[in-house]
């Protein structure tokens, strides 16, 4: 497992899903302190970890948020800039408001994050894993607003990747396709689905007709690889998206 040990890190999206699942594998990995954010002011009180925690609830979508919260990043060593929210409609019949609800949060929450890591790495260099998705590499229907924010967040990782090199800051994206994650409960198929046979049964059912491993990953197997992205032993890995979609993509 790579070693944390001594370092402060940065988490969006940290109450739930692969923020949380992240948070307890890098504590558990000897992080001395976890700066976590997320809009859920009582999920993340919840959070119990064996580092410090500095616990921040707040939209990523403000900059305001983000100018009080530099006090609590000092000299920031790691940021995992995985807030986001989903949602599914066909172009045709799209709400304006709902693109731009899944826009800002996806993209303008992760410029911010992203802006807010490189102004507290810059003395002394560190390292950026952002949480996309294969949706962005991988066009299906219903899936605009959510597949363009990622396909767009990818390229914003490159170039902050090259324009982060010259302070030794790495960036880098992990790109899942199925996670078992809430996000899901927000797409209202696979909502139908699990009122009906159950959540379980209903991500099987989904995995198996859309990956070739015929599995989704759990949000521990993610938080693995942003855990390496971010470490010591990817020293020369930036500006790369690994792909881990159980073969969706191919």
């Not at 689905?193 to 989904?206: K, L, T």
Request: a negative charge.
């Amino acid at each position: 497992m790579p070693a944390f040990t001594h370092r402060t890190i940065l988490i969006t999206g940290a109450a739930s899903g692969i923020g949380l699942a992240t948070a307890h594998h890098l504590a558990h990995a000897g992080a001395a302190r976890l700066v976590l954010v997320d809009s859920d002011a009582d999920a993340l009180a919840r959070i119990d970890l064996p580092c410090t925690l500095d616990l921040l609830p707040g939209d990523v979508r403000d900059e305001a948020f983000w100018d009080n919260a530099a006090a609590y990043l000092g000299d920031l060593d790691h940021a995992v800039v995985n807030a986001g929210v989903a949602g599914a409609s066909g172009i045709a019949d799209h709400d304006f408001a709902e693109w731009r609800r899944i826009l800002s949060v996806n993209l303008d929450g992760a410029f911010l994050t992203l802006r807010a890591a490189m102004r507290a790495m810059k003395r002394r260099g560190g390292s950026i894993v952002a949480t996309a998705s294969a949706t962005g590499i991988k066009p299906e229907p219903g899936t605009a607003a959510y597949g363009a924010s990622k396909a767009a967040l990818m390229h914003l990782v490159k170039v902050a990747a090259k324009e982060g090199a010259a302070s030794n800051i790495r960036v880098n994206a992990v790109a899942p396709a199925g996670v078992e994650t809430p996000v899901w409960d927000a797409v209202p198929m696979f909502a139908a689905s699990a009122a009906e046979i159950g959540r379980d049964a209903a991500f099987a059912e989904i995995a198996r007709a859309a990956t070739p491993l015929g599995r989704f990953a759990s949000a521990d197997e993610i938080a693995t690889q942003i855990a390496f992205l971010l470490s010591d032993n990817a020293a020369l890995v930036t500006g790369t998206t690994l792909v881990s979609d159980g073969g969706y993509t191919l």
